[in-house]
């Protein structure tokens, strides 16, 4: 176990400003107040920080608010970071305290954190985050103006959206509005598939191929959001027209769908459960998946895991990224009462995902893990001493061994305790955070580690300049990543654990779904 972390930043109560949430149509005052009356933290939970000194409280002495309230401690350190050194910037490199414009320079963290910051009781850094939001130059980027399509979608439109359906504040609405009406000309293709890059100055799509089916499917849900709220249904027409529909209906892989038709049980209970054809898609896919993915590796039936597909052939390893799965099934059993079956498969996945994270030294899953083939006892890739260890007794071993602060383990989590209550997954979440806050925690944020399976002595500003020196250095993943606070952090990871930890029922599931991003949109009615 960890030590909470206290707060305590004496250079950085000036300035903060508290708003109370406006009901629709209403505006508040803004008073003045300090930083931890803004957190609403209780000094008796809180603990010196791990680097102040060696004590190591209990978990189990920890109440479930004193744990939301570490969790919530680490988001606001994470977030006057990203303040202090890069304001305005995409994301936060607090290895280096300096800025990373990933994302075509919006200020992606801002945006991408306003509903967690509503939803932490954070109102007066909601209020600071709204006032720059409402500045923001769409049609002219601070860096590129060619901007990547569904990573533009879901994290700015999901983000402002989701703003919206929380504040009421119509800005968030404008502000959408305005973005996604630069973003439609990419829709305007021969096929009516949308092109994955469009120029946002000049409104040209670019020709960088079409985009993967994964991106068709999951921005629907956004612009079904953005077209139910202005009553203008031209968001919705652009995602729906009858090329991007049949290769939604009739694709060539079944791996390549499983994130696009899992996306379709959100939009299926989006619809209000109405839409019985994108139900029958996501149930035939269920089908499809557990006949043709779900594998156990040699020597240990009782894990279950899935593995890639390319054609008929079975390549044994996952993504960690491939763990939202298990929460997405979980939901689609909740609401579908045809996959009421999967609810076990879905568990089990969950278990695997798990194991991932807790068989590593560090405690951290890798961005890709794999396992020996039950059919021929090979591995998917050169097998080492460690990775013949790990597989002999867990069944798993690290493939692509970085890890870059991914919540969709934690994102399953949360659903499996929103609909089971079974406090084991809450144990589950918060063994993951400790391990997070441990080994990801630097200078000004988090970031992400190079070895999960390898506890390092130390590592600092020398390792991100290897990276920026020498950015060849690419295995799967872009190593670079590791070194900056991606604003999905902020967006899911944090999100996932503060909800988990939650006692309200806060969102309750049948009045909100969440978007890629981790964006709560209201179900319409």
Known sequence: ???????????????????????????KASVHIDLLNDLELD????????????????????????KQNAVKEEFVFAWEGYKKYSWSYDENRPVSNSYSNPRNGWGATIV????????????????????????????????????????????????????????????????????????????????????????????????????????IGTVQLEFFRLSDITGDPKYREATQRPAVFNQLLYPGEVWETVSTRSYLAKSYVY?????????????????????????????????????????????????????????????????????????????????????????????????????????????????????IELADKYGVFPVVDSYILRPETLESIFYFYRYTKDEKYRDMGWEIFQSIQLHCRANSGYTGIRYVDSISPEWDDRQERLVITHLSIVIYVNVANQFRIPSFFFAETMKYLYLLFDDTNVLPLDEWVFNTEAHPLRIQK
């Open 112 to 215: 991408d954190a306003l509903d967690t910051l509503y939803i932490m009781g954070l109102t007066g850094e909601f209020a600071k985050a709204t006032e720059f939001v409402a500045g923001i130059d769409w049609a002219h980027p601070p860096t590129s103006s060619h901007v990547q399509l569904f990573e533009t979608i879901i994290r700015y439109v999901g983000g402002l959206l989701s703003a919206y359906d929380l504040s009421y504040n119509p800005i968030f609405v404008d502000r959408a509005v305005a973005l996604a009406d630069r973003l439609l000309p990419a829709f305007n293709s021969s096929t009516g598939i949308p092109y994955q890059y469009i120029d946002i100055t000049t409104g040209t799509p670019l020709k960088g191929g079409p985009s993967v089916l994964a991106e």
């Open 271 to 387: 619809s209000g459960y109405r839409d019985d054809q994108k139900k029958r898609m996501f149930v035939d896919t269920v089908r499809s998946t557990l006949k043709h993915m779900i594998v156990s590796p040699k020597g240990h039936p009782d894990i279950k895991l899935l593995a890639e597909l390319n054609g008929d052939k079975k390549r044994h390893v996952m993504d960690e990224l491939a763990c939202f799965v298990p929460g997405t099934f979980l939901l689609a059993a909740d609401t579908i009462p045809e996959l009421h079956d999967i609810v076990g498969i879905a568990s089990e996945l969950l278990e695997s995902c798990v194991l991932a994270w807790t068989s590593t030294k560090t405690g951290i899953a890798p961005e890709i893990f794999g396992w020996v083939d039950p059919e021929t006892g090979e591995f998917p890739v050169p097998k080492s001493d460690r990775a």
């Open 1 to 27: 176990s960890l030590s909470l972390v206290t707060i305590a930043y004496a250079d950085t109560h000036a300035g903060l400003f508290y708003r109370e949430p406006a009901a629709p149509g209403e505006v």
């Open 43 to 66: 000094p008796a939970s809180l603990y010196q920080s791990r680097n102040q000194q060696n004590f190591e409280p209990d978990s189990k002495s920890l109440s479930t608010k004193d």
